[in-house]
């Protein structure tokens, strides 16, 4: 059975940092292109980040410089370090794992970001 778990999410104020975490299970962890998501409320999903199997980014531009995607093949995690988080960031963030056509998608963690 495939499993995403994701955590690190809460109330961050703007400017500081979060660091999110995906836990895969079920799956050839390294073969799988990684990926960070979001929704905020009444919105679609959309990409935040990206890493291949091959260790390439992608990066939507709202986060360019702001966050890194990492992976970690040993422990069989993604990780989301959000630094210097804006109001706009505020959602729920969703671990994505996909292959061909097969994709899996975690429960999500929410993210807020407000004084």
């Known amino acids: 059975q495939v499993q995403l778990v994701e955590s690190g999410g809460g109330l961050v104020q703007p400017g500081g940092s979060l660091r999110l975490s995906c836990v895969a299970s079920?799956?050839?962890?390294?073969?799988?292109?990684l990926s960070w998501y979001r929704q905020a409320p009444g919105k679609q999903r959309d990409l935040v980040a990206s890493?291949?199997?091959?260790?390439?980014?992608v990066y939507a531009d709202s986060v360019k410089g702001r966050f890194a995607i990492s992976r970690d093949a040993a422990n069989k995690r993604v990780y989301l370090q959000m630094n210097n988080l804006k109001p706009e960031d505020t959602a729920v963030y969703y671990c994505?794992?996909?292959?061909?056509?097969?994709?899996?998608w975690g429960q999500g963690t929410q993210v807020t970001v407000s004084s």
């Open positions: 994505n794992a996909a292959i061909f056509i097969q994709t899996y």
């Open positions: 079920g799956i050839a962890f390294t073969v799988y292109k």
């Open positions: 890493i291949s199997d091959g260790g390439a980014t």
